[in-house]
């Protein structure tokens, strides 16, 4: 067998008999080996591998002779590689000071001068591949050094729990070479009166094995029964050369459900306790089966055994390190989703007390939100047509998400008795009617008595008054509906020594006289003076500059692309794409939500026709309305 480090040393030129016999004992006193070359170009006799330590020449000692020695050399050789020349005269030839000879002799060779020279050699050789592993092992901590840096900063720029966990995980396995790992993340939980923590399996990534599936998150008591629970109790780190063959002592076991599942063999672990600043637990790092060669795939579960290594104390440290930036990064992304959780209830439940005074208009906000959201996964997952193009981002998406819980919040400065108004006269103006009418049908029972009466009957008041009760309900006036309403207008009663008086008053002649709906035209002018009322109360939040647009997209969700809608009667060109979408999703669920007491929640069928309809009036985008059906979105919350 070949030794590990072979030491041997090269003498080149014809060395004389004697010298060769004291060169050959020396060195082999030295446990060292020599290779003897006649012609310095001839490499035949070499040893296999490694750069001799050093050389002894017996060419002739001519300046052109020794240059071209060293140009024949292996690397490494030259001023680094002891090199004695032989000399046949008592001088030195000039020149020879600036060529990196280290000393000359003379034959014959005695064995303390063979001795002085081969031992100088190895000495030299020893302090060489000391001081390689030390320049080897300074450039691996430099490197590690800069992994941590590169690492600590991306992982200080990621605001998604998930997505930083993922990171952590794959940076980590990256580094050590690890084929496999997981991440569990510590949570409190209530339990009875008092609260629990408990660790939770969050992500798993395996290079071998084809996992779809997001790992399920799995809930694991901090106990010793598992190592990751073992290692969250304890806090320090766990080394397993193979989780097959766990000591009987140990409190900790390994499930091979896994490794069953998916054909793998878990092998060599590396579990690591993630400590935040304070040194408490927020989670755990476990790295599985490192790989001998971090390019190689592991196959079948026999080639895992035999490609996978035992974790070493510098990955232990390494991961570690790794551990202290996990831990911090994991906190303030937790606080992070806290404080955004916090805030998207406090704007949900906003949105759903604004829509909660109207009972029709109910959920109405939250409704929208979740067709967008829906609309928008849709637009993220398509790759082709118009919407291919286009991504939302997680922020792009959380703007969008509270501008739609946000888009009716100026509602909150329209009368309830207007949102509420169900019939053009309201049920106190009816009782005022009903009132008067009994008036008149008290005078006409009396036969006029000096009043001045245009009824002859009191079944004919009875008619005018059941006629203004169905109009004031109805939705639509027709032609000759308009009519007979200005001719019960003109109808005056005048009681005795009193003044001519109408059945109704202006006001609600005014009311009575509207064509379509039962609004006025002051009455929705009030109603949509929710939009700019949405922007005027919006604009006063110091939104964060990734939700700057939220005024925007929540004022104009009734612009419409032809130029018609408010309040700002925008150009297409200036309404943006979630303008598009909330003005889609808007008026879809205002249709399809629910019965209304004057009139039954309209089919799935019929909302889509009026969608279309308004998309070839260039009101709505025709782009998104067709989007929005043919991925089925509509029937999110109505199933016909
Ligand atoms: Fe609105
Ligand atoms: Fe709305």
Not at 262 to 277: E, I, Q
Not at 320 to 327: D, L, N
Request: net charge neutral; glycine share 6%; hydrophobic share 40%.
């Amino acid at each position: 067998m070949e030794k590990e480090s072979l030491l041997y040393i090269i003498v080149v030129g014809p060395a004389p008999k004697a010298d060769r016999s004291v060169i050959e004992a020396t060195v082999r006193a030295l446990d060292m080996e020599v290779c003897f070359r006649d012609d310095i170009h001839d490499t035949a006799l070499a040893p296999a591998r490694g750069t001799p330590a050093g050389y002894l020449s017996y060419l002739p000692c001519s300046r052109a002779g020794i240059v071209d020695a060293f140009s024949s050399f292996p690397v490494g050789a030259g001023q680094d590689i002891p090199f004695y020349q032989h000399l046949d005269e008592k001088e030195i030839p000039p020149g020879m000071a600036a060529l990196p000879v280290s000393g000359f002799f003379h034959s014959p060779l005695t064995a303390v001068q063979a001795h002085g020279m081969a031992g100088c050699m190895a000495r030299l050789s020893i302090l060489l591949s000391q001081n390689h592993s030390l320049v080897k092992e300074v450039a691996r901590y430099r490197k590690e050094r800069n992994q941590l840096i590169a690492i600590g900063t991306s992982l200080s720029s990621e605001k998604y729990l998930d997505k930083l966990l993922a990171l952590i995980l794959s940076e980590t396995r990256d580094v050590v070479g690890a084929d496999a790992g997981s991440i569990y993340v510590r949570e409190h939980v209530p339990s009875g009166d008092l609260w629990t923590n408990r660790l939770l399996f969050k992500v798993a990534q395996n290079d071998s094995v084809n996992m779809t599936e997001k790992a399920k998150e799995i809930p694991i008591p901090i106990t010793d029964n598992t190592i990751s629970g073992y290692v969250a109790l304890m806090g320090e780190p766990l080394l397993i050369d193979d989780v097959y063959k766990l000591d009987t002592l140990v409190p900790y076991s390994w499930s091979k459900g896994f490794d069953k599942r998916f054909n793998y063999r878990t092998k060599s672990m590396l579990t690591v306790p993630l400590k935040n600043m304070a040194g408490e637990v927020v989670g755990v790092l476990q790295l599985m089966n490192k790989k001998k060669d971090p390019r190689q795939k592991l196959g079948s579960p026999a080639a895992i055994s035999q490609n996978v290594a035992p974790f070493s104390h510098s990955d232990e440290d390494f991961v570690r390190s790794i551990g202290s930036f996990a831990a911090v990064s994991i906190e303030r992304v937790q606080l992070y989703q806290e404080i955004e959780d916090i805030f998207e209830g406090f704007l949900s439940s906003s949105a759903a007390a604004i829509d909660e005074r109207d009972r029709v208009t109910s959920g109405h906000s939250l409704r929208v939100a979740e067709y967008a959201m829906a609309l928008v996964d849709a637009i993220n997952a398509e790759t082709e047509g118009p919407f291919g193009s286009i991504n939302f981002s997680e922020e792009r998406k959380r703007q969008f998400k509270f501008a739609a819980y946000l888009h009716d919040i100026g509602k909150i400065g329209v009368p309830e008795a207007l949102l509420t108004k169900e019939s053009k006269l309201s049920d106190a103006s009816l009782v005022a009617l009903e009132s008067r009418g009994d008036y008149i049908k008290t005078m006409i029972s009396w036969k006029g008595a000096g009043a001045d009466l245009p009824w002859k009957s009191v079944q004919e008041l009875d008619d005018d008054v059941a006629f203004i009760r169905s109009i004031s309900k109805a939705g639509f006036l027709p032609d000759d509906g308009v009519k007979r309403l200005e001719a019960l207008r003109a109808k005056r009663f005048r009681p005795a020594g009193g003044e001519p008086r109408a059945l109704c008053s202006d006001a609600e002649w005014e009311q009575l006289s509207i064509r379509k709906g039962n609004l006025t035209d002051k009455e929705r002018d009030l109603i949509n003076s929710h939009a700019v009322a949405t922007r005027r109360i919006l604009t006063k939040i110091p939104w964060t500059r990734e939700l700057r647009e939220i005024p925007y997209i929540a004022s104009h969700h009734h612009e419409k692309l032809d130029g018609s809608g408010y309040p700002d009667r925008l150009k297409e060109s200036d309404i943006n794409l979630e303008c598009r979408i909330l003005a889609v999703v808007d008026i879809y669920e205002a249709l399809v939500s629910q019965d209304r007491p004057y009139k039954p929640r309209m089919p799935v069928a019929k909302a889509v026709e009026i969608l279309r309809s308004e998309a070839k009036a260039r009101r709505l985008d025709a782009g998104v309305v067709e989007f929005f059906v043919a991925k089925g979105i509509h029937q999110l919350f109505v199933k016909e």
